[in-house]
């Protein structure tokens, strides 16, 4: 049986898919855009999905991503 992400950790991640930023993401949770990088690298693998695409300047949510923002906006409702 598989766990569940910590909440906290959610919690950063549908704050990325919503700003899809996570600088902004960081600014709205007060942590640094750094932080919400690791925590959303640290999901990624814990998940075994890729949730965005990094460009240089933008991060863009990927399909998995959307499916997975919309079930914890739902539950974090």
Do not use: C, N, Q, Y
């Amino acid at each position: 049986m598989r766990r569940l992400p910590p909440l906290e950790t959610l919690r950063v991640f549908e704050a990325a898919a919503r700003l899809k930023s996570f600088k902004e993401a960081g600014d709205e949770l007060a942590v640094t855009a750094s932080a919400v990088s690791h925590r959303i690298s640290a999901l990624e693998e814990e998940l075994e999905a890729v949730l965005f695409v990094r460009h240089t300047r933008r991060i863009e949510v990927t399909p998995e991503g959307e499916r997975l923002a919309a079930g914890v906006r739902r539950a974090l409702a």
